[in-house]
């Protein structure tokens, strides 16, 4: 075994029984709810078009639709789905003829696989402590939000790129960062989903540590890096002013009132999902204690990791908080997987960190099960 491939191994080990884990738990949770659907529910229209998508379900029913037929068949809402995750799925399944429904649950599956084992690489590197490592990548395989990397979503996929743009940028031993990989991970990232583009703040942290000691070659490498995200979400902006005359749709699809709405007061926004529970919208309710969860591990971000980690976590959860609802708020959040990692740094006592993991474990069945059942917004 090459040198290369040990490094690979070391890195994937921790990370596999956890991944398993967490797909038994949602192909249970799936077959828990087909056995709901025929037993109980039978006309509830909204739970069985869930059930019978399955792991296309949301928007993994979206990105198959546009992978299948491209944008135009579905008119203006399909906009807000960033175009790589669908084109990826598309070209596999032209490849191999495994339909474009499978070729997306692969690549989204095989995307987390890599990711999470690439977040194993980046506390290794950062902190030296093979225990921290693999505590995150259990906790990032089964917290709650984590059965949208089983699903066909792009989260996956942004982890992977995510986490490969960090890898480029805190290279071991602190050396020169790999800025042009940096730039074709921030910039892949950015055409996946449009929190994508907020590595332009990682990046920018690395820039301007290393700005005074750089040469020339290397700050133009650098400042492509600093470009690359703004770019990708610019070349999707652009297609979309080309195919339906409106530069900004893409983006005034996804802060309309029906999604995650414009900018708006957290607070607010906070009371009235609290104010769900009074009326029985469970879903909506939900989101209140995870904002508090987030709010403090933030905290322990700042506190634990370098600034280039919590800088790109502020602004994951500062999107996410800035809408008119919660909707998905723990998917977006997980986006964020330095706070993963600040809540792996609070897991050092062994018996904390099983309890910690199996109350996840459970919330991961929960949270797939409610999203299958149509209840919560995943």
């Not at 499978?102 to 950062?126: K, M, W, Y």
């Not at 750089?214 to 650098?222: D, K, N, V």
Request: overall charge positive; aromatic content about 10%.
């Amino acid at each position: 075994m090459t040198g290369r491939a040990r490094r690979g191994w070391r890195a994937l080990a921790p990370v596999l029984v956890p991944f398993a884990l967490a797909r038994v738990i949602v192909a249970a949770m799936l077959g828990v709810a087909h056995l709901v659907l025929s037993r109980s529910h039978p006309q509830n229209a909204g739970m069985a078009l869930r059930v019978h998508q399955g792991l296309l379900a949301w928007d993994g029913g979206f990105y198959e639709a546009i992978a299948r037929a491209g944008y135009r068949p579905y008119g203006h809402q399909a906009l807000r789905f960033f175009p790589l995750f669908p084109l990826a799925g598309r070209y596999l399944a032209d490849a191999t003829g495994i339909g474009v429904g499978p070729a997306l649950v692969v690549i989204a599956n095989a995307a987390a696989l890599v990711g999470t084992a690439l977040v194993v690489v980046l506390v290794r590197r950062e902190t030296g402590d093979r225990g921290l490592a693999t505590r995150s990548a259990w906790l990032l395989s089964l917290a709650p939000p984590a059965f949208t990397f089983v699903f066909g979503y792009a989260e996956g996929l942004l982890l992977a790129l995510v986490a490969a743009c960090f890898v480029a940028l805190r290279p071991a031993g602190g050396g020169r960062p790999a800025w042009w990989w940096a730039a074709l991970f921030a910039y892949a990232a950015a055409l996946t989903r449009p929190l994508g583009v907020l590595l332009v703040l990682p990046v920018a942290v690395v820039a301007l540590a290393r700005w005074r000691q750089a040469g020339a070659t290397e700050r133009s490498a650098a400042a492509v890096a600093l470009a690359a995200p703004v770019l990708g979400l610019v070349t999707f902006l652009a297609w979309s002013a080309r195919a339906f005359g409106d530069f900004w749709l893409p983006l005034r699809v996804q802060t309309s009132a029906g999604h995650h709405g414009g900018l708006t007061d957290p607070l607010r926004t906070l009371v009235d999902d609290a104010k769900g529970a009074l009326h029985h919208h469970i879903g909506t309710a939900l989101h209140v204690p995870w904002v508090l969860v987030v709010l403090f591990l933030l905290v322990v971000c700042w506190r634990r990791l370098p600034a280039a980690y919590s800088l790109f976590a502020t602004a994951v959860v500062a999107v996410a908080l800035s809408g008119t609802n919660l909707d998905s708020f723990e998917r977006y959040a997980l986006s964020a997987f330095p706070l993963v990692v600040a809540g792996a740094t609070l897991l050092s006592r062994r018996p904390l960190e099983r309890a910690v993991l199996v109350l996840s474990g459970a919330g991961l069945a929960a949270y797939t099960l409610l999203a299958l059942l149509n209840i919560s917004v995943p």
